[in-house]
Nanobody, 121 residues
């Protein structure tokens, strides 16, 4: 079992930055690929960014490429999402996810409870 707890969400003006954190507890963090997803009101949950077990590989949705950066600190069992140049369309609940069966998060085994990000225009 893995428990994921997100933090760092909030209200920010367009063009601003936020850094989300996801602290994991439970099983060995370094054996899980990690990812961030988001869900805006009235929309389906969508993939935002992912990172491999060691952090050597990262991948992003086209909508955030060049603005968001995912990273992980395995000794601290934490994954981060640095979000720069935020836009109103980035407004959503952001979820951390862990996948124990693949080097790239595809079908998460565990989800966090979510953290709200609101970008005002």
């Amino acid at each position: 079992q893995v428990q994921l707890v997100e933090s760092g969400g909030g209200l920010v003006q367009a063009g601003g930055s936020l850094r989300l954190s996801c602290a994991a507890s439970g099983r060995i963090f370094s054996t899980y690929s990690m990812g961030w997803f988001r869900q805006a009101p009235g929309k389906e949950r969508e993939f935002v960014a992912g990172i491999s077990w060691t952090g050597a590989r990262t991948y992003y949705a086209d909508s955030v490429k060049g603005r968001f950066t995912i990273s992980r600190d395995n000794p601290k069992s934490t994954v981060y999402l640095q979000m720069n140049s935020l836009k109103p369309e980035d407004t959503a609940v952001y979820y951390c996810a862990a996948d124990g069966s693949a080097p790239r998060v595809t079908t998460p085994d565990y989800w966090g409870q979510g953290t709200q990000v609101t970008v005002s225009s």
